[in-house]
């Protein structure tokens, strides 16, 4: 990964140094700044590969500032964090994301600025707004954000009606450029919430994407309606995802049952609210990614066995991300009646299942993508009055961005990985130290340990 000394431009440096709305009004924007990037030249370069390693493709160094749409606000980034999709980015799988940025570019107008030979990705973002386009009413220089990471057209129907429905909607940092993971974003107004006062820069920014998508998967109309007392599977319940759904469940009076790799996982995931914990050793699943009919039933078997011993009952609602290796486990083992939430397919697209399982027992499969606007405000709420405590665990700065994403890469990490980037260290960004302290830092951390 090639490195750049991270100097700071006076905008930065206002910035750190908390000037008022002001002076950073007045302080000129810098027309080049630090960032993560991938380069469209790279795109073939893992192509007789077979680690695919990402430190390899992402770049950090100096790329040029965007001009600024009018429904657009320049963000000062503080931190940011790394999803599976920056490591999708990095290793140009399944398709390049350079294919997005050109498709998008092809509207043109503003989104023609999209299509350049590096891209910014990165969707997850904590800072200080700099600079509002001349269409942005309900912010304001020096306000201080989380990025909400999904890019909407305001301007189609669907997306009054929910904005993860327009066909326009593109995951920031990943379907378009200047992404989170640099010293300044440019995102659309309509993607900013407050940033919870009792917490630092870099816990905040391990939120908004899997926070806000467990939400929509769990707790709103569109996903499962979890409901008091529901039995909860959770696979990878240890990780990002998994970290923030605990939670919501064990808020929502369910209990939560999950699924995790190693032992190390297994204390994170009941550190972070899980009621029962069972390690894939135990179930047999090992790292297959393509079990046969046969083992499908037999581990789905095994594994409500468990369930129905530690819970009383089958679950209610399964919480699936990893796809093809546990699909056919998530459907067997769902109660009849039960629902199955999936918003990805981290170990393969193409799922086999037995649908008589799905059909004869009433079950519901439920596809959802990550959240509307709302459903960002409402996850982010339960944040900001310490109901949901952050899933960090590691923190990189950003100049060794690449050692944070190929951890997640190779599923070495706990909860969240931290990226910071004009943040100079931990601990910074707290405006309510009062109900920090009234949380008390180890309900706030509960991952730290972990890291």
Not at 128 to 148: A, F, I, K, N
Not at 235 to 257: C, D, F, K, M, P
Request: neutral net charge.
């Amino acid at each position: 990964m090639q490195k750049t000394p991270e100097t700071l431009d006076p905008l930065a440096e206002a910035v750190l140094s908390g000037a008022d709305p002001d002076e950073l009004r007045r302080t000129p924007l810098p027309r080049e700044y630090v960032a993560a990037h991938l380069l469209a030249s790279d795109v073939g370069m893992f192509r007789d590969s077979t680690s695919k390693d990402v430190r390899s493709s992402l770049r950090v160094g100096r790329v040029p500032m965007p001009e600024l749409a009018p429904d657009e606000v320049v963000v000062a980034v503080m931190a940011s964090s790394i999803n599976y999709n920056t490591v999708w980015s990095a290793m140009f799988e399944p398709l390049p994301t350079f294919d997005f940025l050109k498709r998008y570019a092809k509207q043109g107008g503003w989104a023609a600025r999209h299509d350049q030979p590096h891209q910014v990705p990165g969707s997850d973002a904590s800072g200080v707004v700099v600079r509002t386009g001349s269409g942005v009413r309900r912010w304001q220089v020096g306000d201080h954000v989380l990025v909400h990471p999904v890019h909407v057209d305001d301007q189609e129907p669907a997306t009054h009606a929910d904005g993860m429905l327009g066909t326009e909607q593109r995951a920031w940092g990943y379907e378009t450029n200047f992404g989170g993971l640099g010293q300044y974003a440019v995102a659309r107004a309509s993607q900013l919430v407050s940033k919870p006062a009792h917490l630092t820069w870099e816990e905040s920014a391990s939120s908004p994407l899997v926070g806000s998508t467990a939400y929509r998967m769990l707790v709103s109309d569109t996903g499962a309606r979890m409901k008091q007392g529901d039995v909860v599977l959770i696979w990878g319940a240890a990780g990002g995802l998994g970290s923030y759904a605990s939670q919501l469940v064990r808020n929502g009076g369910g209990t939560a049952v999950g699924v995790v790799g190693s032992e190390r996982k297994a204390e994170a995931a009941r550190a972070m609210g899980c009621d029962v914990v069972i390690n894939r050793q135990e179930l047999g699943l090992g790292d297959t990614i393509d079990p046969t009919p046969e083992e499908t039933i037999q581990i789905g078997k095994r594994l409500g066995r468990i369930i129905r011993t530690e819970t009383g009952d089958d679950p209610r609602i399964v919480f699936e991300h990893v796809g093809r290796a546990v699909f056919g486990i998530s459907v067997f083992v769902a109660a009849r009646g039960g629902t199955v939430v999936t918003c990805g397919s981290s170990t393969g697209y193409q799922h086999v299942f037995d649908n008589r399982y799905l059909w004869m027992r009433l079950k519901k499969i439920v596809g959802s993508h990550g959240a509307n606007l709302q459903e960002e405000q409402e996850f982010t709420r339960l944040i900001s009055n310490g109901r949901i405590a952050p899933a960090l665990s590691a923190l990189h700065p950003l100049a060794d961005v690449g050692e944070a994403a190929r951890l997640v890469q190779k599923s070495q990490h706990v909860g969240k990985v931290g990226v910071l980037c004009l943040a100079p260290e931990r601990g910074l960004g707290v405006t309510n130290p009062a109900l920090r302290a009234s949380i008390g830092e180890d309900r706030i951390n509960p991952l730290r340990q972990f890291a």
